[in-house]
């Protein structure tokens, strides 16, 4: 009879049990995640009490998701799986810009601005700052009319859609590239900002004893037909948590060369971006 005996048996049994999935990928998939969560239970020994303290995080991430936040797309940055998914599909074998993680506030259908245009709609404090860069494909040719969408946290250390004293998309706008591949907007210097810590995330953190800052960086999301959406980030060079990032965001090619401008008055960042060809595939918004 085919029941359970030992603890191992309970493996096999359920890998048993899906292994009849007509779909192959998810087969796959399935197995080995249930290999690798039966290892960690067994080598932790987990604890009846730890397994359902495991169970209320997973409750509590779901329950914390809304309108002005992602939970549980926060959780898998802060355990540095979003950052592993983002490197492992982006190995830009030919000069392709690396990827960063999407993190959890990005908006689709940010404003469509004029080339030169301010992203910064309200009243936002802090140093102006000049953005401009080429846009090109992986041979070198400037693409035209790839969109560079822009998003950012403003320098009080919240994204709009988390902060009631901003304008609605403030601090986010697409730009359409030129004829030459160029993009160019206005907005101001981004600040460091922690990580949301009002949630189970928060209570992870602390437990974990991280900071939960993230160093300054503005998202870029740039997409052209015929072409991988590249999803990155670039930091600013200056910043004390560069090597400290609670979600790994941090890599060397993604640290952006911020200029001071008029004695620390105003600033630029030149930042190329370079596209390699595939399919335009927009991620899902982790909030709407
Ligand atoms: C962000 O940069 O927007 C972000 C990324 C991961 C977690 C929290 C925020
Ligand atoms: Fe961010």
Wanted: net charge negative.
């Amino acid at each position: 009879m085919n029941i359970v005996t030992t603890p191992d048996s309970v493996l096999e049994m359920t890998l048993a049990a899906m292994s009849r999935t007509p779909d192959e990928r998810l087969r796959t998939v399935m197995a080995s995640l249930t290999r690798h969560l039966h290892a960690f239970v067994q080598e932790t020994r987990l604890t009846e009490e730890e397994f359902e303290h495991a169970l209320d995080f997973i409750v509590g991430i779901g329950q914390a998701t809304g309108d002005k936040k992602n939970e549980v797309v926060l959780a898998a940055d802060l355990l540095g799986v979003s950052t592993l998914v983002a490197l492992q599909n982006n190995q830009d074998p030919q000069g392709e810009s690396p990827a960063a993680l999407l993190g959890p506030f990005w908006r689709a259908n940010a404003p469509l601005c004029t080339p030169g245009e301010s992203i910064a709609r309200s009243t936002t404090p802090g140093v102006p700052l000049d953005v401009t860069g080429v846009v090109r494909d992986s041979a070198g040719r400037p693409v035209a009319g790839a969109i560079v969408d822009a998003w950012q946290a403003s320098p009080v250390g919240l994204y709009e859609n988390q902060d009631p004293a901003q304008q609605d998309m403030n601090l986010r706008g697409r730009f359409e590239t030129d004829a030459d591949g160029r993009f160019r907007f206005r907005t101001v210097r981004p600040a460091g900002y922690p990580v949301p810590v009002d949630g189970p995330c928060g209570v992870l953190l602390q437990a974990q004893q991280r900071h939960p800052n993230r160093p300054a960086h503005i998202h870029f999301m740039v997409s052209k037909p015929g072409h991988k959406v590249l999803i990155t980030q670039v930091f600013a060079d200056d910043d004390e948590n560069l090597e400290s990032d609670p979600v790994f965001g941090v890599t060397r090619r993604l640290i952006g060369r911020f200029q001071p401008q008029q004695g620390n008055a105003a600033a630029t960042l030149e930042h190329d971006f370079v596209l390699e060809p595939g399919e335009m595939k927009f991620p899902r918004p982790p909030i709407p």
